[in-house]
């Protein structure tokens, strides 16, 4: 999915990717370091970092751009949303850290942050559940329509976005879930 409509990046969005290549940069050559020294556990372990990071970018990728995408048909549709998005974001889940990416939608006096991120360094701790990645769908005064996200990988070893249901069971999260995000986003004010 090329460009969107109305998409602001700030600046922290080019540091965010510095930080990454210096970290793909350094794991490919610890990777190296560790092959070398015949510690395969750990070379083994640093090509799962990596293909997990992988999963990773292109599960939190889809999830933006499925939503943007979405909110830009609606734009051409006469729908007026503003759209922005944050690199290097930051959000809690539980005791642990998420950095990723935040996105921002506005329609009006409404809006819906969507977040997505996994712990970058030691201290910000773990993703629960088995999970490589978490995230947060958030309806601006509508907390009842909020989600929680968890990205696991599927038995084929594909990256799946999941909401969490408050019984602690899992749904799979699709783009039909997304558009059911946007339309809340969209309702007129009198059907609030």
Not at 88 to 114: C, E, K, N, P, Y
Not at 127 to 137: E, K, Q, S, W
Not at 138 to 165: D, M, T, Y
Request: hydrophobic share 45%; net charge positive.
């Amino acid at each position: 999915m090329g460009g969107h409509d109305n998409i602001i990046r700030p600046l922290n969005g080019k540091a965010l990717s510095e930080l990454e290549e210096a970290w793909e940069s350094a794991l490919a050559e610890a990777k190296e370091r560790a092959r070398a020294a015949g510690r395969t556990d750990v070379a083994e372990y640093l090509a799962l970092r990596a293909n997990n990071d992988l999963l990773r970018r292109a599960a939190t990728e889809w999830l933006i751009d499925t939503v943007t995408a979405i909110a830009a048909v609606r734009n051409r549709q006469g729908a007026a949303i503003k759209t922005e998005l944050a690199d290097a974001h930051q959000f809690r889940v539980g005791h642990a850290t998420m950095v990723g990416s935040r996105l921002t939608l506005h329609s009006g006096v409404r809006a819906l942050t969507i977040e997505c991120g996994w712990p970058r360094a030691p201290g910000h701790g773990i993703v629960r559940g088995n999970g490589l990645a978490c995230g947060n769908i958030k309806h601006l005064g509508r907390p009842r329509e909020n989600a929680q996200l968890l990205l696991v990988r599927s038995k084929s070893g594909a990256p799946q976005w999941f909401i969490l249901k408050k019984d602690d069971s899992r749904a799979l999260f699709t783009e039909a879930d997304a558009h059911a995000h946007l339309e809340i986003l969209t309702l007129k004010l009198e059907t609030w």
